[in-house]
């Protein structure tokens, strides 16, 4: 389940994100909680991964959350660590947040 952490304070009543994610695994396999530029939380077999934000300067947040998703998606599927998806998930969303609109002009490469 990929939410952020507002629509997580009000699925579960809980203020703190930590405590959130911690609820909704209770119901979910797998849980990625964004927090916005202070990064993530990914719930994943009872283990959480806090996953740091990437610094840029946000022009338009359109499809921040999508991309997130995208690159966790990419990465799980492809071989990639929990914690290292939420790291592509991270910098994928972090590239197309510091640009205007939600299409990347080009492929990310090498963490780019």
């Given at each position: 389940?990929?939410?952020n952490e507002?629509?997580?304070?009000?699925?579960?009543?809980?203020?703190?994100p930590i405590?959130?994610?911690?609820?909704?695994?209770q119901?979910?396999?797998?849980?990625?909680?964004?927090?916005?530029?202070?990064?993530?939380?990914?719930?994943?077999?009872?283990?959480?991964?806090?996953?740091?934000?990437?610094?840029?300067?946000?022009?338009?947040?359109?499809?921040?959350?999508?991309?997130y998703?995208a690159?966790?998606?990419?990465?799980?599927?492809?071989?990639?660590?929990?914690?290292?998806?939420?790291h592509?998930?991270?910098?994928?969303?972090?590239?197309?947040?510091?640009?205007l609109?939600?299409?990347?002009?080009?492929?990310?490469?090498?963490?780019?």
């Amino acid at each position: 389940m990929f939410c952020n952490e507002d629509e997580a304070a009000a699925l579960t009543g809980k203020t703190d994100p930590i405590d959130a994610a911690h609820a909704i695994h209770q119901h979910c396999k797998n849980v990625a909680l964004t927090l916005g530029k202070k990064g993530s939380i990914i719930m994943h077999g009872g283990e959480a991964f806090p996953i740091e934000g990437v610094e840029v300067e946000a022009v338009d947040t359109t499809g921040a959350g999508d991309m997130y998703a995208a690159g966790v998606l990419y990465g799980i599927t492809n071989g990639l660590s929990w914690q290292q998806a939420g790291h592509l998930g991270s910098h994928a969303a972090a590239n197309v947040v510091a640009q205007l609109g939600a299409r990347l002009p080009q492929a990310l490469r090498n963490g780019n």
